[in-house]
């Protein structure tokens, strides 16, 4: 390196993602796995490690490891093995975690993130392994207090590769990582409420070089923007690391979201600092091949092949297929509205309009929305056949959503129904012509645009009833003829 460019570097990261999985209990234990409860009274002796206390493994942890696992493309360990990994924390109280060291459940996998031009880049995923989550620590003004509601609440760790290669791909990454899981009804993915948690390792070396620069490791990111905002400053920061002469070395920093920097945390322990070993409480046992073909066929449709159909069968942009395929219950509410209603594009700026703007403010999801596929299909073809303007449609639609009656019955009530009679219209243009001589100026000396103005004026006076396309007609045909 002779110049100090930063392009002459290449960037390394990798990203360990742990994801709690929704199981109705806890991994080992047969506790509630919820999130807030009052503290410490989702705890028994098996997670509270009192002596004497056996572990039995969670099937439905497992099978829901198995989904993951499959839906990442990964193989699958029939053989499942369990070892305790050694460490003292307060918030562990064991003593050590219970995790799969050198067996993971799934092995092998990928996933795709977009690189532009509609091109797709493979990132491996090395392993993906089971292991129990550790208690909380809450640090109060005069001490520290420890809820052991966490604690072993299950976790799927996933390992990728080595392969992604700058702060974007990492984020593009975790995004679909997330889409995909959500699909698959086995965590809730909510990175604020910590069941689903990211560390990031990143390196640098010099551009074309085959070996990889030492690593560090950032944690205590709360949220994908905020795991790029760390790599982008690590980056940076390794960068003038080494181009002041010096080595990045190899430990585990801390992301300030206040300070927007990382900041060494400790010095990487070594792997057999854990002295990893076969938990002896817990006997390895296979799983069959037919439980694991079994989970492989009740996979739901993926959202990559989901999206890919969606721009196939039903002609939607990569834009508007890329919003409604965000989520799994949307798609779903979409193609049953495309089974009744054929214009798709006027179903999906439905959705990705009014639809996810409700569900947004009012923080809830289409299934809990008052509003079927055939009620909104309704509203969408009162639009169509001239009853409603669109302006019109989007009030009908919240208060279908409050009252749960259907769009004809709130136009009736209303009285919401679009003025078409011609008669009518013309009484309104008479007076707008009358009342706005200068416009009516522009408008015979060619300036277009100022029908728009009318227009405008006409739905207004008629709170958004009027026809539009009557009245613009209207307006033309009276100043055409003087
Ligand atoms: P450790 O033993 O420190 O936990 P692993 O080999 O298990 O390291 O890898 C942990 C994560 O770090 C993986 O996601 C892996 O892809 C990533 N990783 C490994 N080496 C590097 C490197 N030199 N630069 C960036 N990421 C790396
Ligand atoms: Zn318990
Ligand atoms: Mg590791």
Not at 38 to 47: G, Q
Not at 85 to 108: V, W
Not at 157 to 166: A, C, N
Not at 225 to 254: C, D, N, P
Request: contains cysteine.
């Amino acid at each position: 390196m002779t110049t100090g460019s930063q392009t002459e570097f290449e960037t390394v990261i990798g990203l360990e993602v742990h994801v709690q999985l929704s199981t109705q209990t806890k991994m080992f234990c047969g506790c509630r796995n919820v999130f807030g409860s009052a503290p410490n009274t989702n705890v028994c002796p098996v997670c509270m490690g009192l002596p004497g206390s056996l572990p039995v493994v969670n099937r439905e942890a497992l099978r829901y490891a198995v989904r993951i696992g499959l839906a990442l493309n990964c193989e699958i360990n029939r053989y499942i093995k369990f070892d305790r990994k050694n460490y003292y924390y307060p918030d562990c109280p064991k003593n050590y975690q219970i995790s799969q060291f050198d067996m993971p459940i799934c092995y092998g996998g990928h996933l795709h993130i977009p690189v532009g031009d509609g091109q797709l880049k493979k990132i491996g995923i090395t392993r993906a392994h089971l292991e129990e989550d550790a208690g909380k620590l809450v640090h109060a003004e005069d001490a520290s207090l420890v809820d052991f509601n966490r604690t072993g609440t299950p976790l799927l760790e996933i390992v990728s590769e080595p392969d992604l290669r700058d702060p974007q791909e990492a984020y593009d990454y975790l995004q679909n990582l997330k889409l995909a899981i959500s699909y698959l009804d086995v965590s809730d993915c909510d990175m604020e409420k910590g069941s689903l948690r990211c560390d990031a390792n990143v390196s640098i070396r010099p551009a074309g070089s085959t070996a990889f620069g030492t690593k560090t490791e950032l944690k205590n990111m709360n949220s994908f923007k905020a795991v790029r905002a760390a790599l982008e400053y690590e980056i940076s920061r390794q960068h003038k690391v080494v181009l002041a002469g010096e080595e990045v070395i190899q430990e585990t920093r801390l992301w300030d979201e206040n300070k927007l920097r990382t900041a060494s945390m400790r010095s990487k322990e070594e792997a057999h600092d854990y002295r990893y070993f076969p938990d002896p409480d817990l006997v390895p046992f296979t799983l069959a091949d037919s439980e694991i073909e079994a989970a492989r066929t009740a996979l739901p449709e993926l959202p990559e092949a989901k999206f890919q159909r969606f721009l196939k069968d039903y002609a939607l942009t990569e834009y508007d297929a890329g919003i409604i395929i965000q989520d799994r219950g949307m798609a779903d509410f979409f193609e049953s509205c495309a089974g009744i209603f054929d214009d798709y594009k006027k179903i999906c700026n439905w959705l990705n309009g009014s639809v996810l703007q409700a569900i947004n403010e009012r923080k809830t999801t289409i299934a809990q929305l008052d509003i079927s596929p055939e009620k909104l299909t309704d509203l969408i073809k009162k639009v169509d056949d001239g009853t409603i303007s669109n302006l019109v449609a989007k009030d009908v639609f919240l208060k279908m959503l409050d009252s749960g009656k259907d769009a004809s019955a709130i136009i009736e009530e209303e009285g919401l129904a679009q003025v078409s009679d011609e008669g009518e219209l013309e009484g309104i243009v008479d007076a707008l012509v009358t009342d706005n001589p200068q416009v009516v100026e522009q408008i015979q000396s060619g300036q277009e645009k100022a029908i728009g103005f009318l227009v405008g004026q006409a739905m207004k006076k008629t709170q958004g009833k009027a026809n539009p396309k009557m009245i613009r007609e209207l307006i033309t045909r009276r100043l055409s003829n003087g």
